[in-house]
């Protein structure tokens, strides 16, 4: 094994960082071999069969071309469930778990219903119905490939999720007439800035329908969602949202402009002002 781990470090060393090398190594040994993260230590005096080691050469040489090791394995970890991923979907992120959490907090003990904008994998809704008992959840996005890996992950988490392909920015109006209880919705805010920044695991293997927004208009999405939220939330429902940590500022005066009260910003556990929240009242007046 300690021979696995020097090629490893070796081939990926000036691509990854030290500590992220040691991590992608666990993961990798943990896959191909079957083990935990205590047995690759207690065990690392052992040999590797040759088998094993050219499936460990395999994912080291799609890694030294950027490939996320989620799309190599084809499977990432999400609020405590396993979910499905390829480049069709967006992997999902910490900060989404966040996300997730906080509204699940709030809804204890009640049984929403749930519309999901923009679902990619399905991990948000899917993980929303196995934690709030009783509630119902819809899942919508524009990318047919993407909801057929939603529906594996439902069907996989036995989740009752019901997906649909809905293009929200010529939506004029709900393919159903349910209200909702929670909207809620990661939906594509990079901009050309912002890409530039990005690492190439995610501009080149991620899909760009997901990620990306016109420099002209960075705020597309919201808007879109937000004049939905004023028609198709219930009274007191909320609207929760995964934001760039750059838009704030505009994100609040917008959903302020749209009517909505009490609304709330949170940060991620990198203290970045990546979440917001807010609640429809029993009247909406536009404010100017």
Known sequence: MQAAKKMIFDQLSGIYEK????????????????????????????????????QIKEIINRLAQFEPIQYIFGETEFYGCV??????????????????????????????????????????????VKNLQGAS???????????????E????????????????LNLTDLPSRVEYDILVSNPPYVTTVDKELMQKNVTHFEPHIALFVPDSDPLIFYRKIAEMATKYLKIGGHLYLEINEKSG???????????FTNITQRKDINGKDR?????????????N
Not at 30 to 50: D, F, P, S, W, Y
């Open 19 to 54: 500590k992220e090398i040691e991590s992608l190594s666990m993961l990798i040994f943990e896959k191909v071999l079957g083990l935990t993260r205590i047995q690759v230590h207690l065990r690392h005096n052992e040999t590797i069969a040759a088998a094993n080691l050219v």
């Open 83 to 128: 979910f499905k991923v390829n480049p069709s979907v967006l992997i999902p992120r910490p900060e989404t778990e966040e996300l997730v959490d906080w509204i699940i907090n709030d809804y204890k003990h009640l049984s929403p219903a749930i519309l999901d904008i923009g679902t990619g994998s399905g991990c948000i809704p899917i993980s929303l």
């Open 137 to 151: 959840a819809e899942g919508w996005d524009i990318s047919i490939s993407a909801l057929h890996v939603a529906s």
């Open 249 to 259: 500022i505009e994100m609040i005066d917008l959903l302020f402009s749209k009517g």
């Open 153 to 168: 992950n439902a069907r996989a988490n036995t989740a009752n999720v019901n997906f649909q392909c809905v293009d929200i």
């Open 275 to 287: 979440m917001i929240r807010c609640e429809k009242p029993n009247l909406i007046t536009e404010h």
